[in-house]
């Protein structure tokens, strides 16, 4: 198949990315990575989450981000809104665009949204809802989707089968997350055949986390696949709270300089782009997980 002439990042980092860091994150700091991304040419950043602060601390505050933002033109500025409780306050703050979060594995559900697929599907009903009339668009998220921690591997007609729900409600877009990282290019391939079969491949999206090292290899699979658009974060950042073990997303700088590399245009400047994941970094008192980072600054 013929790769993709444009490829659309969908930047998570301010979300998916800071969600799992213990220590304080300020909301300046927050804001200043939301700003410079946008400066760097993502044109699709999820700057919060607006879920309860008990179950993730990291995000309380998403409302006070979207204000302090430097709202650029053309960029979507989206955020996580697992309930109508999350929708309203989303809605409050000036958000323009959300998301929903289902899982694959029947035990990842119950252990992440603390009930079974079908009941997380239920409560996304309202919200789809409520968005439609409100004319806003919803992004659907499937995790899970090459593996579990729980119940090992996933059949890829499980992840059609809740992909196609999201996408049946209205979502028009479904992101498919290798959640634990475990999964591999083969692997991938197979998966998204499955699922185009339910779902047109221009509406599908992959998001893989590197645990194994093989994030930049399943998204060129991704890419043979006919997939355009993939959700990265900015110096690796990540992990997931519910998901042990599982390392960072795949990080932005990497992804555009693979795509840089295959001649697919994205919008976006490497050099900025390095230069907000180190910033960010910096405020973390960690490594960057960009291998491409590291190797300009000659580490």
Request: negative net charge.
């Amino acid at each position: 198949m013929t790769l993709p002439q444009h490829v659309r990042l969908v930047e998570v980092g301010p979300r998916d990315g800071l969600q799992n860091e213990k220590q304080p994150i300020g909301v300046a700091d927050k804001v200043r990575l939301v700003d410079d991304l946008t400066v760097a040419g993502l044109e699709y950043v999820e700057v919060g989450s607006f879920v309860s602060p008990a179950w993730v601390p990291q995000m309380a505050g998403s409302a006070e981000v979207f204000a302090g933002i430097r709202r650029q033109p053309g960029v979507v500025y989206a955020a996580l809104t697992p309930n109508m409780k999350g929708f309203e306050a989303a809605m409050a703050a000036g958000v323009e665009e959300v998301a929903v979060f289902a899982a694959a594995s029947e035990a990842f559900s119950r252990k992440n949204l603390n009930c079974s697929i079908a009941e997380s599907l239920a409560r996304f009903v309202p919200v789809l809802d409520a968005a439609r009339a409100r004319g806003v668009r919803v992004r659907g998220y499937v995790s899970c989707v090459l593996g579990c921690p729980y119940e090992g591997e996933v059949a890829p007609q499980q992840v059609a089968s809740v992909a196609g729900e999201l996408f049946a409600m209205g979502c028009y877009e479904v992101s498919l997350g290798d959640t634990i990282g475990t999964g591999t290019a083969g692997k991938t391939r197979a998966l998204f055949e499955v699922v185009g079969r339910t779902i047109p491949r221009e509406r599908l999206a992959g998001h893989f986390h590197d645990t194994y090292g093989q994030a930049l290899a399943n998204v060129y699979a991704s890419l043979l696949e006919g997939i355009a658009v993939f959700d990265s974060s900015v110096a690796g950042l990540g992990g997931c709270p519910y998901a042990r073990g599982a390392s960072g997303n795949v990080a932005s700088e990497d992804v555009l300089y693979l795509l840089d590399g295959l001649g697919i245009h994205t919008g976006i400047e490497l050099q900025a782009l390095i230069a907000a994941g180190e910033r960010i970094c910096a405020v973390l008192g960690r490594e960057n997980g960009s291998r491409v980072a590291r190797a300009r600054r000659g580490a």
